[in-house]
C-alpha cells in the first residue's frame, strides 16, 4: 500500500494507456477504476499485471470459464474460504476469475488451493456442450416452441439449463453428478436426432 501510494506514477501510465480513472482510496485499501466498462476491463489486466509483479504472493487469479459464473458466483462458499483462510476471494465476472488478495502470502496460497477445489467440484456439477459456429441451428430445437423442450429436460432432470447463443454454448447445472449426467443423455438425444433430421 505504502509503495503505490508513494510513487503514483505506475496508476497514471495505466490511466493513459487504458482512459480509465484510477485511483487509491487509502482509507478502504483499495484501488478504484472507474470509466468506460472496456476501458475498466484494460486497466484492470494492466493493474493485475503491475500487482503480480510488485506484489507476486499477495494477489492471485483463478480463472473461471463463463459456463461455471453461475455455480461459482454464489457468495457464501468464497465467503467461508475467506473466514477460513483471512484471504479476500472474490469473483470478477468481467475479467473470469476469482480475485485472492491477503498480505500473508500462506493466506494467499491456501485460499487459492480452495477455490480450486471449488471450481473442481463446480465442474463436476455441470456438464458444458459446446458446439460449431455453423450449428447455431441446433440452440432453437434444444429450447423448443416458447422453451417447451428446456422447460421440459429441466424438469424432468431436475436441472438448470442455460444456453449461451454469443458462444453456440448450452450449460446444465444441477445439485448431484447423477441429475447432470440425466440431463446430459437426454440432451445428447435431442442432439443426435436433430442432427440426423
Same mark, same amino acid.
Given at each position: 500500500?505504502?509503495?503505490?501510494?508513494? *510513487?503514483?506514477?505506475?496508476? &497514471?501510465? %495505466?490511466?493513459?494507456? /487504458? =482512459? +480509465?480513472?484510477?485511483? #487509491? !482510496?487509502?482509507?478502504?485499501?483499495?484501488?478504484?477504476?472507474?470509466?468506460?466498462?472496456?476501458?475498466?476491463?484494460?486497466?484492470?489486466?494492466?493493474?493485475?499485471?503491475?500487482?503480480?509483479?510488485?506484489?507476486?504472493?499477495?494477489?492471485?487469479?483463478?480463472?473461471?470459464?463463463?459456463?461455471?459464473?453461475?455455480?461459482?458466483? *454464489?457468495?457464501?462458499?468464497? &465467503?467461508? %474460504?475467506?473466514?477460513? /483462510? =483471512? +484471504?479476500?476471494?472474490? #469473483? !470478477?465476472?468481467?475479467?473470469?476469475?476469482?480475485?485472492?488478495?491477503?498480505?500473508?502470502?500462506?493466506?494467499?496460497?491456501?485460499?487459492?488451493?480452495?477455490?480450486?477445489?471449488?471450481?473442481?467440484?463446480?465442474?463436476?456439477?455441470?456438464?458444458?456442450?459446446?458446439?460449431?459456429?455453423?450449428?447455431?441451428?441446433?440452440?432453437?430445437?434444444?429450447?423448443?416452441?416458447?422453451?417447451?423442450?428446456?422447460?421440459?429436460?429441466?424438469?424432468?432432470?431436475?436441472?438448470?439449463?442455460?444456453?449461451?447463443?454469443?458462444?453456440?454454448?448450452?450449460?446444465?447445472?444441477?445439485?448431484?453428478?447423477?441429475?447432470?449426467?440425466?440431463?446430459?443423455?437426454?440432451?445428447?438425444?435431442?442432439?443426435?436426432?436433430?442432427?440426423?433430421?
Amino acid at each position: 500500500k505504502n509503495t503505490l501510494a508513494k *510513487d503514483s506514477s505506475h496508476f &497514471a501510465r %495505466i490511466k493513459l494507456s /487504458t =482512459g +480509465a480513472d484510477i485511483a #487509491l !482510496d487509502a482509507s478502504e485499501s483499495c484501488i478504484v477504476v472507474t470509466g468506460k466498462r472496456a476501458n475498466v476491463k484494460k486497466a484492470k489486466v494492466a493493474l493485475m499485471g503491475f500487482l503480480d509483479f510488485m506484489f507476486p504472493q499477495q494477489f492471485q487469479t483463478v480463472k473461471v470459464h463463463k459456463t461455471l459464473f453461475k455455480s461459482m458466483g *454464489d457468495p457464501a462458499p468464497l &465467503a467461508d %474460504i475467506s473466514v477460513k /483462510t =483471512g +484471504a479476500s476471494v472474490s #469473483l !470478477d465476472r468481467d475479467m473470469t476469475w476469482v480475485l485472492v488478495r491477503s498480505e500473508d502470502s500462506d493466506a494467499t496460497t491456501k485460499a487459492v488451493t480452495l477455490v480450486e477445489e471449488r471450481l473442481a467440484g463446480c465442474e463436476k456439477l455441470n456438464a458444458v456442450f459446446r458446439f460449431e459456429t455453423f450449428e447455431s441451428w441446433i440452440l432453437p430445437i434444444i429450447i423448443g416452441k416458447g422453451g417447451s423442450q428446456i422447460q421440459q429436460l429441466q424438469s424432468e432432470n431436475e436441472c438448470s439449463i442455460d444456453t449461451y447463443k454469443d458462444e453456440v454454448t448450452v450449460v446444465v447445472s444441477a445439485d448431484s453428478e447423477e441429475k447432470v449426467q440425466a440431463a446430459k443423455v437426454a440432451l445428447e438425444a435431442i442432439v443426435e436426432q436433430a442432427r440426423k433430421e
